[in-house]
């Protein structure tokens, strides 16, 4: 019995990183062992004496004050990570209250607040990089919850809320299962909240959140996302950041557009450009200044479509010189994919593979574009368009696996389909209980070697994915049970026994079903 293979797809989270840095009680007794409760770090009663002291006084803007220090000193000192940054919230309340009965204390509240917002992001970094070295759930769980301490010290700062997203989705990647895929989904209200609050949001964060979304089976909030990301980036104009040693002073020679002009500045800076499209060109160098200009950091990153596309850094006297053709970058070309998938996940099938072949229009050598599109004409019975896109996947990309086995899946299908049709011919000419005439068994004949070179020109590609999949790769059992099929129709025995334990090995059988690779 032959059996028609199906598309194989994958989802992976793209990388993520870190983003740049943009933080007494005379006359009442309660007042009184609140302080000293604080002295000996017993936090909990320093808290239960200055709510006593609010009850007696609900406008007491001095124990307002003390309990924001109670409830940030029970967060650094008793907290766990998971009450770390609800700490921190409930300190801000009280500050507000402080505040709101006493104005006066605004500006010290303010200082005090941009020394702890500094103190916590610096904190939930050091962590963050620590985690990226020790690989401990533990330890991007405590960056986490610093992060999300700073924005709670400063909820419009949006980079502690992006890095607080950051961090909680290396945790849930590292506990895996169920319970990872759970940890994954509560940073989508993060992200969203950053969104909200970013002016220009990252480029990373639209695609992860796609993706978070796709990974919860919601394709319409994945769609939406997408859309509104392509719709933001290819808005935004490019640009040189000028970034290093903060003061430094540069000059530059620019050109873009077919002009040429000199600009000099300090870090950081941004220098905005006309065009989009040809070379652009960037020499910048640090102005001699004396030793600490020397010694000082340079570095210079070019930037369209809300994408860093190149960068170069010095701590010499050297010139940078950056040098990109813009009419070959493609900065939203993941993007676009997020959206071209969501849009099939959606079921609107039709719309994706218009979209599709529009990309491909634009993008004739992306082999991303290629096997998504030839995997949906798989997926669609569709066979002879899917091995044309599949072919042309595999001419890109040759040591892809899943692109090696659809293209060897479409001649496979083809095959079958040809060979139901050779099965039904003959039925029909037996039924009528007489020989075939010479036209039907030529047609016979023709569907038959038709069908015989399907089957054969579906083995060289899915002996490649199943070479590119090694011993115990993740498609190796699919490559292998499709070529069983294959051997066994071109009637080649001895390669058939070779294959045919790697294609029973497991409990699987069949491919997983899509299209999608990100």
């Given at each position: ?7 194989l797809?994958?989802?992976v ?8 840095l ?9 007042m ?45 000192s008793?907290?766990p ?36 917002f ?6 939930g ?20 919850a ?18 607080e997203?950051f961090?909680?989705l ?5 506990e ?14 993060i ?8 002016d ?7 695609n992860?959140?796609?993706?978070l ?28 950041r ?14 873009a557009g ?24 960037g ?28 960068n ?64 949906l ?36 299908n ?8 050779v ?36 083995i ?14 993740q ?19 001895e ?14 059988g069949n ?8």
């Amino acid at each position: 019995m032959t059996i028609r293979q199906s598309a194989l797809f994958a989802l992976v989270l793209g990388s993520l990183g870190l983003v740049a840095l943009s933080g007494c009680s005379a006359g009442n007794p309660n007042m009184s062992a609140a302080e000293d409760a604080m002295e000996q770090e017993r936090y909990e009663r320093a808290l239960a004496n200055v709510d006593s002291a609010i009850a007696q006084d609900s406008a007491n803007a001095e124990a307002y004050t003390m309990k924001a220090r109670v409830l940030r000193q029970m967060a650094d000192s008793t907290a766990p990570a998971n009450e770390y940054k609800r700490r921190y919230r409930q300190a801000r309340k009280a500050e507000e209250k402080a505040i709101e009965f006493d104005p006066g204390r605004r500006s010290d509240i303010k200082n005090q607040r941009e020394l702890a917002f500094i103190r916590e992001y610096q904190k939930g970094a050091d962590t963050f990089n620590q985690a990226q070295q020790s690989s401990q759930k533990s330890d991007y769980t405590r960056a986490a919850a610093y992060f999300g301490a700073a924005s709670a010290i400063q909820p419009d700062s949006t980079g502690p809320i992006l890095n607080e997203a950051f961090a909680r989705l290396q945790a849930a990647r590292l506990e895996g299962g169920d319970q990872g895929m759970q940890e994954m989904s509560n940073v989508i209200p993060i992200l969203e909240r950053y969104l909200k609050r970013e002016d220009e949001p990252t480029k990373d964060a639209y695609n992860i959140l796609a993706q978070l979304h796709r990974q919860d089976d919601r394709p319409e909030a994945a769609l939406d996302v997408t859309e509104r990301a392509l719709e933001d980036l290819s808005g935004r104009p490019t640009h040189f950041r000028v970034q290093g040693t903060r003061g430094l002073s540069y000059t530059a020679t620019i050109e873009a557009g077919g002009s040429s002009r000199q600009v000099e500045g300090t870090t950081p800076d941004r220098i905005e450009l006309s065009t989009r499209d040809g070379t652009v060109t960037g020499a910048f160098q640090k102005q001699d200044g004396g030793k600490k200009q020397a010694k000082g950091r340079l570095r210079v990153s070019l930037y369209t479509q809300g994408t860093e596309v190149s960068n170069s850094q010095t701590t010499a006297l050297e010139e940078i010189t950056i040098s990109e053709d813009l009419s070959r970058a493609t900065p939203l070309a993941e993007l676009q994919n997020q959206r071209l998938s969501a849009l099939n996940n959606t079921g609107n099938t039709e719309a994706a593979m218009k979209a599709y072949r529009q990309q491909i229009e634009n993008n004739p050598e992306n082999a991303r574009y290629r096997y998504n599109y030839g995997s949906l004409l798989l997926n669609s019975d569709r066979y002879e368009a899917a091995i044309e896109q599949l072919a042309k996947a595999v001419e890109f990309d040759a040591d892809d696996p899943k692109k090696q086995y659809n293209l060897g899946a479409a001649y496979l299908n083809k095959g079958v389909v040809l060979q139901d049709s050779v099965v039904s011919a003959r039925d029909s000419v037996m039924a009528k209980n007489r020989k075939p005439t010479q036209e039907e068994a030529q047609m016979i004949k023709n569907l038959d070697e038709k069908r015989l070179q399907f089957f054969q020109n579906a083995i060289p590609p899915l002996e490649k994915a199943r070479q590119l999949s090694g011993p115990s790769g993740q498609y190796r059992q699919n490559a292998c049970s499709a070529l069983l099929q294959a051997y066994v129709q071109t009637e080649q025995t001895e390669k058939a026994e070779e294959v045919k334990q790697c294609a029973t090995a497991g409990t699987g059988g069949n491919a997983t079903s899509g299209s999608d690779e990100n």
